[in-house]
């Protein structure tokens, strides 16, 4: 792919999209992401419909890997197969299947095409007051796999909670995985999720652990545990990578100086709000008269419950203490969530004491018999076949092994009911 240099990119850095639009099923290239997270990035929070997006043909090139000299014929085959891209949404009670764009305009000589987002898609991406996924978008055109771009979104989501678990065959299904793809679960996690781990850790402010929960003996979900890297991560210049604007704004110098805990607050406020001089004067006059904690709940207030007007909205808020109550609300909810983990663990814990100790009963009781005179032995034997004359199926068992010459009590299908008659009996040694 050719390297992408610094280019004109839309004017917010910030990719937000509904959860059930994460959440979706949907195949597209590494290109294709990158031109459609193009596309959001240019949506505005105030925006009420959608309008045209336009992307530079050079940019669009750059975004699908196309050789400059041939970009307008192969760009125009590229968006043509966009135009056929559906995805799925599901959402309670119904499955919308739909198109990323409606059209792809071409404007003769201008070196520029508008792109349309079809219509079905405006309740995920436009006026979103909850239930969304924010992501830097200097971060999502930094990774090198499709698939790391969508384990980021997915865990993003669930970063403050710390934790996510997901059904691996709903996993492969958000992915876009054939039904032959990667179908072993070795395959899918040496080629899935060891290299998107080792990417983020690498590039992102957030990487993961994953722990396997086996259904039976197979694989059947898996529990990521999301770790920040709090680190800022700074453009790279490698060949697929946009250099863009830095992440954090820089405060006036003196502000900084004046007000230490200024920039502290201010990275909790939505990218596109930061630079507001509304918003930075608000933080301001309220730190220095109310204190820290007091700005900050009203700053994560205003985030989660802020409609068109974000600093009007803080403002208000800030005035208030609308903040209050919600911040003790979200403490109980805490508290009552790091119960119910903890419940949950306690009695993970203890089936894993009680298989245990099981496991050592049945191994000591064995050991016993095996300890024990052969007369004993074969004393012990008789009882038990007495005891389950009615079992005719583990009766039968014991004396088709007998006669090719095997030890019975080592047949699976035997060595369990026998244990329990040694340990009924009192014969564990």
Not at 87 to 98: D, F, S
Not at 192 to 216: C, R, S, V
Not at 391 to 401: G, L, P, R
């Amino acid at each position: 792919m050719a390297k992408i240099k610094k280019k004109s990119l839309p004017p917010s850095l910030i990719v937000t999209q509904s959860n059930q639009l994460v959440e979706a099923r949907y195949n597209l290239s590494l290109g294709e992401q990158r031109l459609i997270l193009s596309m959001i990035a240019q949506i505005q929070p105030d925006d009420d419909d959608f309008k045209p997006y336009r992307i530079s043909i050079g940019e669009l090139a750059d975004f699908l890997g196309v050789a400059k000299g041939s970009a307008y014929h192969e760009c125009k085959k590229i968006t043509k197969t966009l135009l056929s891209r559906v995805l799925e949404i599901q959402e309670p009670g119904r499955l919308l299947q739909t198109g990323w764009v409606s059209s792809a305009n071409y404007i003769d000589g201008s070196g520029i095409v508008n792109l349309s987002f079809d219509p079905l898609l405006k309740p995920y991406l436009l006026q979103l007051k909850g239930n969304f996924t924010s992501c830097k978008f200097e971060m999502l055109l930094g990774f090198k796999s499709q698939y790391t771009m969508r384990m980021y979104m997915l865990l993003k989501q669930y970063e403050r909670l710390k934790e996510r678990e997901i059904e691996l065959s709903l996993l492969r299904g958000i992915l876009s995985l054939r039904i032959d793809q990667h179908i072993e679960y070795s395959n899918f996690k040496k080629n899935i999720l060891n290299p998107t781990q080792e990417e983020l850790k690498a590039k992102a402010d957030l990487t993961f652990e994953f722990y396997e929960i086996k259904h039976g003996r197979r694989v059947g979900a898996i529990r990521f545990r999301i770790l920040s890297q709090k680190k800022l991560i700074e453009p790279t210049q490698d060949e697929d990578t946009v250099n863009v604007m830095p992440l954090k704004p820089r405060l006036p110098e003196p502000a900084a100086q004046k007000y230490p805990l200024l920039d502290k607050l201010l990275s909790l406020v939505p990218e596109q709000h930061k630079v507001k001089k509304t918003v930075i004067t608000a933080l301001e006059a309220f730190e220095k008269k109310e204190g820290f904690e007091y700005v900050k709940r009203n700053i994560l207030y205003s985030n989660a419950k802020a409609d068109k007007s974000y600093a009007g909205f803080l403002n208000s808020a800030l005035k208030a203490d609308w903040g209050h109550d919600w911040a003790i609300e979200r403490k109980i909810e805490g508290e009552e969530k790091k119960q119910i983990i903890e419940a949950e663990q306690s009695k993970k814990d203890d089936e894993t004491r009680k298989r245990k100790e099981s496991k050592e009963k049945h191994e000591k009781a064995l050991a016993g018999f095996y300890g024990l005179s052969q007369d004993v032995q074969d004393g012990i034997k008789n009882d038990f076949l007495e005891s389950i004359q009615d079992n005719t199926f583990v009766v039968k068992e014991w004396v088709k092994t007998e006669r090719s010459n095997q030890n019975p009590i080592e047949r699976p299908v035997i060595k369990s009911t026998f244990l329990l008659f040694l340990i009924n009996q009192n014969l564990a040694g």
